[in-house]
């Protein structure tokens, strides 16, 4: 499909509407990937942080990569030019898909479509000036495959006009849904412990019900062998995943991290301590 | 009474244990092969016994791969440690039909316009080798040592991008560790995330 066309309409659409409204949403299509910077909100006020995303339309097929990758691939990464007092914080990474392209390869990441979200910070103080136009810009990189990869980039912009906060109708849906897919705590009284064997990890999810179905994401590439079957054991209260070690793996660890995903329901963070062997 | 069926399954099921028994550990030895070259000579790891070789997993049309050919990068390396000794096998386990796969004429004519000087290019179009090693991106990176035993296994260098301007502010890891065993010191990074693109197996 090709997506020039509609990239330069958008391009010239934003520009007017520029003119007289809140946003300037810049649209680039690269091959296989439409990638636009959006915001939940629709204007900009002193000391309110502010919701971005970098929203990627992929075409059927392709995919990008999670902030761990897996077996190959790289994740997105954006490099902001804020006006003075804004920062931008880290990179709000949706759960996961696994990919497996081999025996030998798991990827971690993203197909059809990903909002990738961003907080912005803002000052107390912002001048007149800048109250009458504020622009957000950032250089995204990423790398974008199927059974080849392209690595791509590009220059977004946005413009915010300052007024009382309000959301985005045209983007509030996409936020909340990205909202869904990220992990959250695990809830009060879980627990999250792994026991070193020789080939294995045995992570523990101590829970207030039985889980018969989860998969484990490694946030920490060299650790887990990504395209290794992880087997699940339901208890009473929780489950025991077996994770087989990664080959590059050659130290003990003490804490094993990442996302534990119940296909259906939520994904939490995990942040396991690692008990090792008793000798 | 097993059927055929059940004999194949069972075939395949000892095949894959046994592929996974000698998957590339670090510390242990490096599993033995005999694979052909780009100029259809044999080549064993065996013959190269008393000499350190480094294993290079290769895909020409890979932006990574790219990277570090179009900067002369892999070159450069190539060039630097045959010099000093080292037997430098590249290996292409790219499917007939995907990405990197070529001819062994094709190869050799690569070889001559990107100036590589590798020991010898290994032709893995079945991906044994590279099932073998559980080679996972391209570039992949092995050290074999003189005595057999595996003392790298991972990626070219610390920045897993496809931007050639991040050579210059890179350490490169097999150069570390060649320099590290040459002088009779352990590898301080002797297992790191490969990156890159996949392998492109049949399967």
Redesign the interface.
């Given at each position: 499909m090709d997506w020039k066309p509609l990239q330069r309409g958008l391009q010239c659409v934003c520009f007017v509407l520029a003119a007289w409204t809140a946003g300037l949403i810049v649209v680039q299509s690269a091959p296989h990937a439409r990638v636009e910077l959006i915001s939940l909100q629709t204007t900009l006020h002193p000391g309110s942080d502010l919701q971005l995303g970098i929203h990627f339309i992929l075409e059927p097929g392709w995919h990008i990569y999670w902030i761990n990758p897996g077996?190959?691939?790289?994740p997105p990464s954006f490099k902001w030019q804020l006006a003075p007092g804004f920062s931008a914080g880290e990179i709000q990474w949706p759960r996961p898909e696994r990919m497996q392209?081999?025996?030998?390869?798991t990827?971690y990441g993203y197909h059809d479509e990903a909002l990738l979200m961003v907080p912005i910070h803002a000052p107390q103080f912002i001048n007149n000036e800048q109250l009458r136009g504020l622009r957000f810009a950032v250089e995204a990189k990423w790398?974008v495959?199927r059974?080849?990869?392209?690595?791509e980039h590009a220059n977004l912009e946005l413009l915010l006009h300052s007024g009382a906060i309000k959301e985005n109708s045209a983007t509030a849906k996409l936020f909340a849904d990205a909202e869904k897919l990220l992990p959250i705590a695990m809830p009060q009284g879980w627990k999250a412990e792994a026991e070193s064997r020789k080939e294995h990890f045995l992570l523990t999810i101590a829970a207030n019900r039985q889980l018969t179905k989860a998969v484990f994401f490694p946030l920490e590439?060299?650790q887990i062998d990504n395209p290794a079957p992880q087997t699940l054991q339901a208890t009473t209260h929780g489950a025991k995943i077996t994770l087989k070690k990664s080959?590059?793996?050659?130290k003990p660890i003490t804490v094993l991290r990442g996302v534990l995903v119940i296909p259906g329901g939520p994904a939490y963070w995990i942040e396991a301590p690692v008990r090792q062997p008793i000798q | 009474m097993k059927s055929p069926r059940h004999l194949i399954l069972l075939a395949c099921a000892l095949l894959a244990l046994i592929a996974s028994a000698f998957?590339?550990?670090?510390?242990e030895p490096a599993p033995g092969f005999t694979a052909v070259d780009s100029n259809g000579k044999q080549q064993r790891l065996s013959d190269y016994k008393g000499k350190y070789v480094v294993l290079e997993w290769h895909n020409q049309?890979?932006?990574?791969t790219k990277k570090h050919y179009a900067s002369g990068n892999m070159q450069r390396l190539q060039k630097e440690w045959t010099a000093k000794g080292v037997v430098w096998l590249t290996v292409i386990s790219s499917a007939p039909g995907?990405?990197g796969f070529v001819t062994p004429s094709q190869e050799n004519d690569y070889l001559k316009t990107v100036n590589a000087v590798p020991t010898a290019v290994l032709m893995d179009p079945g991906g044994s080798l590279?099932?073998l090693y559980?080679?996972?991106?391209t570039p992949h990176m092995f050290i074999i040592d003189p005595n057999g035993t595996l003392i790298y296994?991972?990626a070219i260098d610390d920045h897993?991008?496809?931007?050639q301007s991040d050579i210059a502010n890179s350490k490169n890891y097999v150069s570390a560790a060649l320099q590290e065993a040459a002088n009779g010191k352990p590898v301080t990074e002797?297992?790191?995330?490969p990156?890159?693109?996949?392998?492109?197996?049949k399967?």
């Open positions: 077996d190959s691939g790289q392209s081999s025996a030998e390869l990827d790398l495959c059974e080849v990869c392209i690595p590439p060299g080959d590059l793996l050659l | 998957a590339a550990k670090v510390g049309g890979c932006p990574y995907t990405q590279g099932h559980a080679a996972k991106t296994n991972g897993p991008t496809s931007d002797p297992a790191t995330r990156y890159g693109c996949s392998v492109k197996y399967d």
